[in-house]
């Protein structure tokens, strides 16, 4: 009853908060199509900043109210606002007037660094590398890997509904599979989000809200009890970070600079084809519900 009640609250504080950004703020947030957008009309982005700051909020009162809760979830929940919160506040920034590659990137590696303090490398490293895992190396790769998965799900987030819908199911399946109940708060917030942003979106969600729901999906992967659950719940996350890295490969094998803005992801490459925002997003969501359906039938 908590976390549904909590969940009820983060939707309605996600809904409004996008209204107000949406009626006040627009035009300071605004995202001008250039030749690489997938957009054709001006849209304010910057949705992250209320779906995010509901969660934040909600999970405040979540880690108050919920002292003794069973399976770890207000120290996760209490882990993940020291994380998320520099990663929104910086995101933010970025949305409303630009900052530089360095600058985000030192950001990222601080949370990255943090998380791995509160909550330890992630196990499937500890269990690959064995006896060649040093005490510097895991938590190392572990932290490189949290900012690529920021950094692979602020790249997907270039056509409406893709990445918000995409992790909206992960998280969900999260909460559930790892016994993480806490994403629920986030999931709802995300839910909200989605009327605005799902094509025609309304409202994108900038760097406020891409970059948290990487570093969301790095946190729940961390508190995996070991390094199979770990493998099988981080297999949900194919469809987007398949693309990312598919993309990323092709792009360094050809020589590209992979720091430039580009349009050759494979949802971008769909959409040029003639297929239909929705359809695109559509497709990635579906795949990451058939995939979640496969983990909880097969592990």
Not at 191 to 208: C, E, Q, R, T, Y
Not at 227 to 233: D, H, I, K, L, Q
Request: glycine share 10%.
């Amino acid at each position: 009853m908590t976390w549904a009640l909590l969940s009820l609250l983060s939707f309605a504080l996600s809904w409004i908060g996008i209204r107000i950004v949406l009626r006040r703020f627009s035009a300071r947030f605004i995202d001008v199509p250039n030749q690489r957008s997938s957009h054709t009309q001006p849209t304010p982005r910057g949705g992250g900043i209320a779906f995010v700051a509901a969660f934040l909020v909600t999970a405040g009162i979540a880690v108050a109210v919920t002292p003794g809760q069973t399976g770890g979830a207000p120290s996760l929940l209490q882990g993940a606002i020291l994380v998320l919160l520099p990663l929104w506040l910086v995101g933010t920034i970025d949305d409303a007037r630009g900052l530089s590659a360095r600058a985000r990137y030192l950001v990222q590696l601080i949370a990255a660094g943090l998380a791995v303090y509160l909550f330890g490398a992630f196990a499937g490293f500890d269990a690959m590398l064995g006896s060649f895992g040093t005490a510097w190396l895991t938590p190392l790769l572990s932290v490189i890997a949290i900012t690529a998965l920021i950094n692979f799900y602020n790249f997907m987030d270039g056509l409406d509904g893709i990445v918000g819908g995409s992790c909206a199911v992960q998280l969900a399946f999260f909460a559930l599979y790892l016994h993480q109940p806490g994403w629920w708060l986030l999931v709802a917030a995300l839910v909200a989000f989605l009327f605005w942003n799902w094509p025609p979106a309304k409202i994108f969600m900038g760097d406020s809200g891409s970059t948290v729901l990487g570093a969301a999906v790095a946190l729940a992967l961390l508190r995996a009890p070991d390094a199979s659950t770990m493998w099988w719940a981080g297999s949900v996350t194919a469809p987007v970070l398949g693309d990312a890295v598919f993309t990323l490969t092709r792009r360094l094998l050809k020589r590209e600079n992979i720091f430039e803005a580009h349009k050759s992801h494979i949802y971008q490459r769909l959409n040029q084809s003639g297929w239909s925002h929705q359809r695109v997003a559509g497709t990635y969501v579906a795949l990451t519900l058939a995939i979640t359906a496969l983990v909880a039938t097969l592990s």
